[in-house]
């Protein structure tokens, strides 16, 4: 929002503005401003200083005219500038005849843009200074051509004396929803005046004196449109509007069009009120009916496209058709135009949600929307907005108002609001004096009734449809006492609080973090949508993915899985070096449920309309573009992981294969037979899909953050007081047969030999050592079973691998003799090598 | 001297001078004076001696034995300060690279996310989190901004297509599913709904921070249409706005050493009346002015200011016994200032080479 320093002036008494800012604060007018309009909540985003180097240009009158020697396009004027008569080249097409007059530069000016204008020759002829164009000048649009003066204009006055206010501060206001009276000038300088105690004296207005005309308006909506003033002018003509009108239009960001168009735009930016005039001759039986359009009723908008409308949108329609879409834009068929002479004049209130939802449902925001939606003034801001409008269009474009109505709808209720002066105290921790409150809530009109000192009763004005409760006028006194003036001052002293807690989910994934930091991998942060085609690959089938309706970058559907962001960062690294790269992230994948989950607690009814959102954990690395990876490193930095939580996990059997993992490089990870995630080698048509190069290898762990058991604290166990002995075993196993499966069977097997000892022994009544010998047990009370060597060479059959394991033995209160463990290894082995034979016949010890 | 321990004494000479090992050096000793060492084996023939002689033979043994003995610790001695010498000439560089395990890093959000967290768990604030994936009625409605309102337009909503369960038609839940429009399901567009979902469940007081991920479909040069967001609510008796300017000067001392000012600006977010933007005095030169905080001493941080009523009213919450206030602010531009990253793409492309920059 532009608001024109000149234009606030306007809404004081002459010179008030200026002085009271100056003693407010000396720092200058655009500091000051941005201070005090910042302070009261009205944030200045930028402040223009314009118009300075209009100061130099002067009236000039046309003298003489004559070709240019040596060019078609330009002409030698002689100029009357006040004192004397100059020479000037001038390439306009506009050039008014003899005795018309323009805005002339004469030399050693200096244009707003920076131009100094100095004696010139143009194809050798001397030219002493420049005829300008308002585009030159910064005061209009039209570069077309030069800028041709009212004729009574003397030759020799200052542009800047024949336009006031044409040198001016414009500032950028960032203007918050809730401020629909901070659209307008008025309503700025509501706030201006109440900060400096001046009193608001906006221009004068005149009722017209022709008749009531109730006929003019029907509202048929009237839960739609709260009031609709109406008033006809009759012989009046379209032109271009005076000079002045142009600038403060121009300053405030507008384009000026004619004055008929220029009055309506001119007390929207002064009033902050949408107003539409329509051509009266044009309106079927010269009335209005606001009334909700008919189905797929057509309509064709002043832009041009046509409309098919639904029973929500609110339009103004004349006996027949509607002529605009109320609010919103006006139609085409009664759009004023240049032979334009009777016109009806509407400003109005209509109900804030229909008019954004028709403007959003047709694809409009337009300065007349974006007001209505907000809210404007239903009051008496209303009608003093249409009077200025219709006393400006009666001194520039004549004529003069026959008929005028007042039609009234449903408009919204002035709240009847109770104030409590300490509860200001309460809520903000700093009292307001009654005096100030006084101030303030006078100089924003809203009405007070002191029931006490303490207990005050107000009604907001109907320019302010956001003051609603008691907190609404604690922050109007708030903004204006200054809310740099709340102290710091805790309510409860630190020590007296109870402690806080984390959240248990992030804590775990934090923990995780750490741990696949320590692996030596960084942290990526992917975003959490992507692309449909990157999740085909995975499990999650298409009706239970989480679709954005309305995507950026193509990223329609929330991630299934933590992959995919973690290739395309992979593919992003691989396209800009050659360096290993290794990476982890730990985030949320989105799923809906494959049935309805029930939920419970407070927030149960919602919770159950939403989609599963899982914390997950994942890794990946790749060696470089000179390959060294192993794979067993994506188990190692997982189980790294796992060991940050005090959990020790290892890679087992795959429960059920992971499709986007290699078939053959894949593993599930295991805390206590409990799967909690999975890693392995990505699958290779996912490296060809994300176009990585042939042959690229790269490994991929996730783990489930919420499958992760809880730390259980550790239990020391004694130290064995005797050495173990060990036996190493080459055991010939086909490919597939996992090593977790050999360690499991081996342990299984030592399990039953042991109790099968005791057994015969309990037989073999006395022998109290049976079963003393037995598998050692690890520091962490797991059996001592240690896989060396993963042999693929020479001497193994082809589709087999030799797996070189060494077990160990110990007993408890003694030293275990060569002969026991050879005896008990070969009986461990000889029943494991029968269990594993079961499933892959081909095992056998070598 | 008997002449046969004269013998063995100039041939042990003769061999000490040759040893240079401690280990060779106890092979001699045991030569000489181990059980059946020779020096060892002229003692055992003392006894064939006449008795006159025998004295006088003794005696010359034991000097013998004697001079081997010192002449053995000796030898020690100086093989030991050899071996030592040698020892202490040993040349490594330690200025070498360093061997360790390759390093990872934690991305600079993070580590951001995690320093609030840390700091304002100190201040007795506990971390609360809540759906990526919301409703509007806890992303917007109980948040004081109605359907249909203007300040809906303040966040760019990403809208998320309501699912229906298929072969569970006669489910109750799926009832409601069906009824949901479009347009009720949201990424959520701030950290507010935590907000909600905690005064729902947990009656006051309450003091939570809430940080993550949060979504607006805005996407440029300074927008990502995924960044983070932390969110503090305080809720109980007597709560005001200068407890929440206190609360923020001690959270400028936890997490930037110093306690910094803090400066409130009114403005407007539909879920707090009166509503601020609040600024800290500049963390990097404490105030005086400097090109990060363009010379006004002051950033720009986020948004704060007293819970609504309204807010308090959809949670089931007396906004006359209770008041309260909340804060908000974003992550991502905080640690781009903190680490003076250049581009807001480096924090999302996972480049190794920007990521391995933050340890
Ligand atoms: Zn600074």
Redesign the pocket.
């Known amino acids: 929002m532009k608001i024109s320093h000149q234009w606030l002036s306007e809404m004081f008494a002459e010179g008030a503005l200026e002085a009271a800012l100056a003693a407010w604060s000396a720092e200058g007018k655009a500091a000051a401003y941005t201070r005090l309009l910042t302070g009261l909540g009205l944030e200045v985003e930028a402040v223009h200083t314009v118009g300075e180097g209009v100061r130099s240009i002067v009236v000039g009158e046309i003298r003489g005219k004559s070709p240019h020697p040596k060019a078609d396009k330009l002409t030698v004027v002689e100029l009357f500038d006040g004192t004397g008569v100059v020479q000037v080249v001038c390439g306009a097409s506009n050039l008014p005849p003899l005795g018309g007059k323009v805005a002339f530069a004469p030399v050693g000016a200096v244009l707003p843009g920076g131009l100094a204008i100095g004696a010139r020759e143009l194809r050798g002829v001397p030219s002493q200074g420049m005829i300008c164009s308002e585009a030159e000048l910064e005061i209009g649009a039209d570069d077309s051509g030069i800028l041709v003066l009212p004729e009574d204009w003397r030759a020799g006055d200052r542009l800047v004396d024949r336009v006031p206010g044409i040198v001016d501060t414009v500032l950028e206001l960032g203007v918050t929803p809730n401020r629909p009276d901070a659209l307008g000038h008025i309503g700025v300088a509501r706030d201006v005046g109440t900060k400096l105690g001046l009193p608001l004296r906006p221009p004068h207005v005149d009722r017209p004196e022709a008749a009531n005309t109730p006929g003019l308006v029907t509202i048929a909506a009237p839960e739609l449109c709260g009031r609709y003033l109406g008033y006809v002018l009759e012989g009046m003509s379209v032109q271009p509007s005076p000079l002045w009108m142009r600038v403060r239009l121009h300053r405030v960001g507008l384009r000026a069009i004619s004055n008929v168009v220029d009055v309506t735009n001119f007390v929207l930016m002064e009033c902050g009120q949408p107003l539409h005039a329509f051509d009266r001759d044009r309106l079927a039986e010269g009335r209005v009916v606001v009334r909700r359009a008919e189905r797929e009723e057509p309509m064709t908008t002043l832009d041009g496209t046509q409309k098919l409308l639904t029973t929500d949108d609110l339009v103004i329609a004349d006996a027949g058709a509607p002529q605009a879409l109320a609010g919103v834009m006006g139609g085409a068929q009664s759009m004023v135009h240049a032979g334009t002479h009777h016109l009806l004049l509407e400003a109005a209130w209509f109900a804030p949600p229909g008019i954004r939802a028709t403007a959003r449902r047709h694809g409009y925001a337009t300065d007349s929307s974006y007001r209505f939606e907000r809210g404007v003034d239903h009051g008496v801001g209303l009608e003093r907005a249409a009077l200025r409008a219709l006393g400006l269009l009666l001194e520039l474009a004549g004529g003069r108002c026959t008929a005028w109505t007042d039609a009234a709808g449903e408009r919204p209720q002035q709240p009847t609001i109770p104030l409590r002066l300490p509860r200001v105290a309460a809520l903000l921790g700093v009292e307001v004096p009654a005096d100030t409150a006084r101030a303030v809530l006078g100089g924003l009109e809203v009405q007070v009734r002191e029931d006490s000192p303490e207990a005050w009763t107000c009604v907001a004005p109907t320019h302010r449809p956001d003051l609603r409760r008691e907190v609404d006028l604690i922050e109007e006194l708030m903004r204006f006492h200054g809310l740099d003036k709340v102290p710091a001052r805790l309510t409860v002293p630190a020590e007296a609080r109870a402690a806080a807690h984390s959240d248990p989910i992030t804590e775990l994934g934090d923990r995780l973090a750490e741990g696949l930091r320590d692996a030596g991998l960084h942290e990526h942060v992917a975003m959490a949508f992507v692309a449909e085609s990157k999740i085909e690959f995975f499990t999650v089938p298409p009706e239970r993915r989480v679709r954005v309706e309305n995507p950026m970058r193509a990223a329609g559907v929330m991630r299934t899985h933590m992959l995919p962001g973690l290739l395309d960062a992979l593919t992003h690294n691989v396209a800009r070096h050659t360096r290993p790269v290794r990476l982890f992230e730990v985030g949320r994948t989105y799923a809906w449920p494959e049935r309805p989950v029930p939920k419970d607690g407070p927030t149960a009814a919602i919770d159950v309309l939403l989609p599963r959102e899982r914390a997950v954990a994942a890794a990946l690395i790749y060696g470089g573009a000179k390959g060294g990876a192993s794979a067993r490193e994506i188990t190692g930095a997982a189980v790294q992981a796992l060991a940050r939580v005090g959990l020790r996990a290892r890679p087992v059997d795959p429960p059920a294969p992971a499709a986007h993992l290699h078939p053959g490089v894949q593993a599930a990870l295991a805390v206590d037979g409990a799967v909690v995630g999975e890693a392995g080698e990505v699958h290779p048509d996912l490296v060809r899909a994300w176009d990585l190069p042939e042959g690229t290898r790269v490994y991929y762990a996730e783990i489930d953050i919420e499958a992760v058991p809880p730390r259980v604290t550790a239990t020391a166990r004694d130290l064995p007081r005797f050495p173990s002995t060990a036996r190493d075993l080459s055991l010939e196993i086909p490919l597939t047969l996992s090593a977790a499966r050999v360690v499991a069977a081996l342990t299984a097997a030592a399990g039953q030999v042991h109790r099968t000892a005791i057994e015969a022994g309990q037989r073999a009544s006395g022998k109290t050592t049976a079963g003393e010998v037995r598998l050692a047990t690890d520091s962490f009370g797991e059996p001592a079973v240690e896989v060396l060597e993963d042999y693929r060479g020479a001497g193994v059959p082809v589709g087999h691998r030799a797996l070189l394991l060494r077990l160990h033995y110990a007993a408890e209160q003694r030293s275990v003799t060569d002969d026991e463990a050879q005896a008990l290894h070969n009986a461990i082995v000889a029943a494991a090598c029968e269990s594993l034979r079961a499933s892959a016949p081909t095992v056998r010890p070598r | 001297m008997p002449a046969r321990l004269a013998t063995q004494l100039a041939a042990f000479q003769e061999a000490l001078a040759g040893v240079d090992s401690e280990a060779a050096l106890y092979e001699l000793q045991v030569a000489y004076l181990g059980k059946k060492g020779t020096v060892t084996a002229l003692r055992g023939e003392m006894g064939k001696l006449p008795p006159e002689e025998r004295k006088g033979f003794g005696a010359e043994w034991n000097r013998v034995r004697d001079a081997i003995e010192a002449a053995l610790e000796e030898r020690r001695t100086y093989l030991k300060d050899q071996a030592r010498r040698l020892d202490l000439a040993r040349v490594e560089d330690l200025t070498l690279p360093p061997l360790r395990p390759p390093a990872g890093t934690l991305h600079p959000l993070s580590q951001t996310r995690r320093r609030l967290s840390e700091s304002f768990q100190r201040l007795g604030f506990s971390l609360a989190v809540g759906p990526h994936v919301e409703h509007s009625k806890y992303n917007f409605d109980d948040l004081n901004v109605p359907k249909d309102h203007p300040a809906r337009d303040m966040a760019d909503t990403f809208f998320v297509r309501p699912h229906r369960h298929p072969g569970f038609d006669d489910h109750s839940d799926n009832d409601a599913a069906m009824r949901l429009r479009a347009g009720e399901l949201v990424l959520r567009t701030h950290t507010s709904p935590v907000q909600v979902r905690t005064m729902l469940a947990q009656k006051p007081p309450i003091r939570i921070v809430a940080l993550g991920t949060t979504f607006r479909c805005d996407d440029d040069a300074t927008h990502s249409p995924m960044f983070h967001q932390i969110e503090g609510l305080y809720v109980d008796r007597g709560v005001t706005m200068a407890d929440l300017k206190a609360t923020l000067m001690d959270f400028t001392r936890d997490f930037y050493g110093r306690r910094l000012d803090v400066r409130f600006r009114p403005s407007f977010f539909p879920f707090v009346e009166p509503g601020a933007e609040f600024d800290i005095g ?1 963390p ?10 363009k ?3 002051y ?1 720009e941080i986020g948004g704060c200011g007293m819970v609504h009523p309204a807010v308090f009213e959809a949670c089931g919450i007396d906004p006359e016994v209770y008041t309260g206030w909340a804060f908000g602010f974003g992550v991502d531009r905080m640690t781009m200032s903190q680490h003076a990253v250049p581009h807001l793409r480096h924090m999302f492309e996972g480049d190794v080479r920007f990521l391995e920059q933050f340890p």
Do not use: K, Q, S, V
């Open positions: 500049c990097f030169c404490g105030g005086e002015g400097c090109n990060l905080c010379r006004t001493g950033i």
